[in-house]
């Protein structure tokens, strides 16, 4: 693996870009580590009604859409996100993903995925009654990521 590192004056936040071949635990792995780094002190500036909320990113346990607006979902809360799911997407840290046309998930948050051979499977997550759905088109690739992380790799 070849590493590079290039100073650049003048820009607001550190940036890591990871260009492979194709996607292996290693590289995975370093993406786990990156993404974990700054964890404790990320927050998203979200809403519900007049009042501004800035929630952890651990905290989120997906987005989704709903209508023509984004919702981001805690535990036991539903916020308005004023970002598009494909800003989101370059925004989270690494540890969230794309399930579906209009859902991202944080993966350290799934507790258990219910598989549906014939529609879209069901996650469910950590200390929360809330559900998501994965995309047929998605299952695999969101299975194997979780796979990788619970095992540390």
Partial sequence: M????????????????????????????LQNYLSKQNDGRRCLALSDGETDFF??????????????EIRAHTADRIFACDYK???LEELLP??????????????????????NLTASSMVEFTGSRKQAFVSRAYYKAMTERLRTRRLGL
Avoid: A, P, W
């Avoid at 929630?55 to 023509?68: A, H, K, L, V």
């Fill in 94 to 115: 690494g540890y969230f993903m794309r399930v579906s046309k209009s859902t991202i998930v944080n993966l350290d948050r799934v507790y258990s995925v219910t598989r």
């Fill in 2 to 29: 070849k590493v590079k590192i290039e100073i650049i004056e003048g820009i607001e936040e550190d940036e890591v870009v990871i260009r492979c071949g194709k996607l292996n635990d290693s590289v995975v792995s």
């Fill in 55 to 68: 929630i952890s990113m651990g905290d989120i346990c997906f987005f989704e859409t709903q209508g023509r």
């Fill in 85 to 87: 799911l494909y800003e």
